[in-house]
């Protein structure tokens, strides 16, 4: 077949138009754009040579000021920022968002940009006191996919507070691609928070996290059950884990109502669906390990 054999691509054609007459979504919404992936993640970057200058240098730096260096930089995520904001308020409204209404929101989120990197600190130093393989504050921070996933989770929270639609998960869906840690920017999460290794970690929307806390690999922290679908929205679906809490690898927790009381550990492949006292170390009863010979041991005497 020739690679120009119009009458194959006009049946093609024919095909697909109609799928896009039957399904408006395959279209979008007319007269507006969706917010784009590659600028937000640009942003992330950005933002990320903000918390942690010396890590992600750049040439922009040398021979300049911080205080000029931060303006130049802020100015530039501002100007993007609000463009991705305003798309995203427009296409979701449908009506065309006030510009003033974006920048209010950027330079809201701007304001908190302080704060994100105290508690981002604060996490470097979880991060480095709760892993004994950590070299240095430094590895953690350039290296650690639990540090990044938490970087992110902690920019888009920002966003998903205010209500900005579709840019917190683009992020915080660009970082579990990343890292295999999928943290929803809905969620609460303290001080000082960890997670080792990281990958198959699951922090769902309405998670409460204390300070202190550091998870494994493979924790879930799920509803109970989502057959509802969107009748769930807005509901408490998942756990409330209090200060101090440990929870090793593989173990899941999950519904609104279930409490991780503070200063417990939860043993790895533990499943928790109620709550739980301070104090507590949950596990569960591993069955009895049984050893024996695939085949018989050959005997060769007392001289070998």
């Given at each position: 077949?020739?690679?120009?054999?119009?009458?194959?691509?006009?049946?093609?054609?024919?095909?697909?138009?109609?799928?896009?007459?039957?399904?408006?979504?395959l279209?979008?919404?007319?007269?507006?754009?969706?917010?784009?992936?590659?600028?937000?993640i640009?942003?992330?970057?950005?933002?990320?040579?903000?918390?942690?200058?010396?890590?992600?240098f750049?040439?922009?730096?040398?021979?300049?000021?911080?205080?000029?260096?931060?303006?130049?930089?802020?100015?530039?995520?501002?100007?993007?920022?609000?463009?991705?904001?305003?798309?995203a308020?427009?296409?979701e409204?449908?009506k065309?968002?006030?510009?003033?209404?974006?920048?209010?929101?950027?330079?809201?989120?701007?304001?908190?940009?302080?704060?994100?990197?105290?508690?981002?600190?604060?996490?470097?130093?979880?991060?480095?006191?709760?892993?004994?393989?950590?070299?240095?504050k430094?590895?953690?921070?350039?290296?650690?996919?639990?540090?990044?996933?938490?970087?992110?989770?902690?920019?888009?929270?920002?966003?998903?507070?205010?209500?900005?639609?579709?840019?917190?998960?683009i992020m915080?869906?660009?970082?579990h691609?990343?890292?295999?840690?999928?943290?929803?920017?809905?969620?609460?999460?303290?001080?000082?928070?960890?997670?080792?290794?990281?990958?198959?970690v699951?922090?769902?929307?309405?998670?409460?996290?204390?300070?202190?806390?550091?998870?494994?690999?493979?924790?879930?922290?799920?509803?109970?059950?989502?057959?509802?679908?969107?009748?769930?929205?807005?509901?408490?679906?998942?756990p409330?884990?209090?200060?101090n809490?440990?929870?090793?690898?593989?173990?899941?927790?999950?519904?609104?109502?279930?409490?991780?009381?503070?200063d417990?550990?939860?043993?790895g492949?533990?499943?928790?669906?109620?709550?739980?006292?301070?104090?507590?170390?949950?596990?569960n009863?591993?069955?009895?390990?049984r050893?024996?010979?695939?085949?018989?041991?050959?005997?060769?005497?007392?001289?070998?």
């Amino acid at each position: 077949m020739a690679c120009n054999d119009k009458k194959i691509l006009h049946e093609i054609s024919l095909t697909m138009s109609e799928n896009y007459r039957e399904h408006e979504l395959l279209l979008g919404k007319s007269g507006y754009k969706l917010p784009d992936r590659s600028v937000i993640i640009f942003v992330l970057k950005e933002i990320r040579k903000l918390m942690f200058p010396g890590h992600y240098f750049d040439d922009e730096m040398v021979g300049e000021e911080p205080e000029v260096y931060l303006e130049y930089r802020l100015h530039k995520i501002a100007c993007m920022l609000s463009r991705q904001i305003r798309l995203a308020m427009s296409y979701e409204k449908e009506k065309e968002c006030d510009t003033d209404c974006a920048e209010r929101i950027t330079y809201e989120f701007l304001d908190e940009l302080p704060e994100i990197q105290k508690l981002l600190l604060k996490d470097v130093e979880a991060g480095f006191d709760g892993d004994p393989a950590a070299k240095s504050k430094e590895s953690v921070i350039i290296s650690y996919p639990g540090l990044f996933a938490i970087f992110v989770y902690r920019v888009a929270h920002e966003l998903y507070v205010r209500n900005v639609p579709y840019i917190p998960r683009i992020m915080t869906e660009y970082a579990h691609s990343r890292t295999g840690i999928d943290i929803n920017a809905g969620a609460t999460i303290g001080e000082y928070f960890f997670i080792d290794h990281g990958t198959g970690v699951v922090i769902g929307e309405t998670t409460e996290i204390g300070d202190h806390v550091k998870l494994y690999q493979g924790v879930t922290l799920g509803a109970l059950s989502t057959r509802k679908g969107q009748g769930l929205s807005g509901v408490k679906r998942h756990p409330i884990i209090e200060d101090n809490v440990t929870i090793y690898a593989n173990s899941t927790i999950l519904g609104g109502q279930t409490r991780i009381g503070h200063d417990s550990v939860i043993s790895g492949n533990t499943f928790i669906i109620e709550s739980i006292p301070a104090g507590t170390k949950a596990s569960n009863e591993l069955p009895a390990v049984r050893f024996a010979p695939q085949y018989e041991v050959p005997y060769y005497g007392d001289n070998i």
